[in-house]
């Protein structure tokens, strides 16, 4: 091992999770060994200069996307209150705050991860294009969305015309747009409604198809919801809305009594589905689907109550539902069932010419790091297959779901003909979804403090979310949580089945809550975010009600302002 380079802490990532872990990890711990690694060029994730397409912003508005202990201010980035964020000054802000914050010079960029080993003994050896490193603690923050999903196409040898990605759009929007005069688009994600509106307004017609076999297009909401108009990003933020979201580990937020009459008792349930109702209604009518026939195919199939970080914003600076009903963007209900020479072919027996085609079809739910050898992803908690029936666990934590939620049992039809789409490659998608303690530590490894997980969680409250992970993690790691300091002597702080039993328990709830999301592969919420805080700042030690009075904090929306500091309190807590 004498050859290896040698680390205290490797990151893998450099988004918004790697960063804020790096971040926060020096503040506490300031002479460890850290090191970054990330296979793109420039920093950011998602945000990176060279995934940034046309017109990408954030879902969410200035004042509820930064990190609380670095301002992306309405002077400094050129933006303004109450709007979407350009990606561009997302990525400038990320820079900004590496800088900042001394993390530049340990990133190594296009740095790829060949494998990671566990060493006998203690630590991980992460072969990198660049060298091989020990680290004594991994953190893996490379995010649910690294590895494109790339479907098989009977007849792609033949197309003669570019077929990529979403994730490509950066570099082929200015490609393609060059010579082409229509593009094909599959897919009915927030990223297909992107690259719809790029090439639509470039002056190239759209052919947009949305699988009849697939779940269908995804809810988009107007900036301003409800009767109210209230900003969305700051809605799903308000305490006392939050109550009204069925929520396993809601209670950690101190209402838990408040939370059993709304999901217990025939009045509560009426109050929470009368919530959703308006909110789904509101939605549906402001964006005015059933006024034209076009439009209409964009309806979302299934009830906003059971989808989850897949709501998104109309964030376009021009009326994207325009563009349908000008005929710019034609949308097609049916599957694509071969390619021909620049034809699409479809199931319902249309053809569509198309010069290139744009595949919007999501991600691979799983770290695009190999863990050597093969056969490990059950005990580090990632999603894997089997053709085993579930544990008994599993059946005690579905019971415990229904018996305290029982509006979840009543399920919604998703579509019935649903088929998944199959892999370019033909790898087979898992079939066990990710469990993690937290959703950040393999619960086998949960008393060895050497390896975790950052952004494995979807949700629209991203920045409130990483810092409470990298803090928490950093207490992890050093042993200073609460429950370590209340440990007997000699003790183990974890119990490993309690551990196991609540992380079953946790992603089983997803599973059950968010159906119409991706809840059965990872924790995809909307909700639920803010209790997911407060349970984390609750294993810290630290307060979690943190408005300045009681009527704020059951109406004002949590936002990145009301965790700053968090660092600090915590060092006070132990000292």
Sequence with gaps: MADMEEADLVIIGAGWNGLC?????LEVNPQTRLVILDSQATI???WAKERLYPGLKTNNTLGSFAYSDFPLDEKTFNVKAGQPIP???????LYKYAQNFDILRRIRFNTKVDSVERKYGGGWIIKNSENTILAQKLVVSTGLTSTPFMPAFAGSESFHAPIFHAKFLHDKVPEVS?????????????????AAYAFATNGITVDWVIRESGTGPVWMAPPLVT???????????????????????????????????????W????????????????VLALNGYDKHPETKKLKPWTHAFWVASSLSILNYPTDFFQLVRDGKIKVHIADITNLSPKTVHLSNGGSLHGDALVCSTGWKHHPSIKFVPDGQDEKLGLPF????SDDALVKKADEQILRDFPRLADQPVLNKHYKPLEADDHDKAPNRPYRLYHFMVPPAYINDRSIAYTGMMMSIHVSHVVQAQALWLTA???GRLKSDLEAPKGGQAFDEEKVKWETILHSQFCKWRYPGGHGDRYPDVVFDAIPFIDMLLRDLGLKFRRKDSQWKEYTSPYVPEDYKGLIDEWRVQNA
């Design 227 to 265: 009767p109210l108009k209230k900003r969305l990003d700051l809605l799903v933020g308000v305490r006392f809305l939050t109550w009204l979201s069925p929520c396993i580990w809601g209670a950690n937020d101190g209402f838990g009594g408040i939370r059993k009459f709304l999901h217990t008792t």
């Design 385 to 388: 297959n089997s053709t085993a």
């Design 44 to 46: 950011g994730g998602v």
């Design 178 to 194: 060059k010579t082409a005069k229509n593009v094909v688009i599959l897919g009915g994600s927030k990223s297909a409604y992107d």
């Design 267 to 282: 009045f509560g349930r009426f109050l929470v589905d009368t919530f959703f109702k308006i909110l789904a209604g509101d």
């Design 21 to 25: 872990m790096a971040k926060t990890y």
């Design 476 to 478: 992890y790691f050093s």
């Design 87 to 93: 990606g561009e000054v997302v990525y400038e802000y």
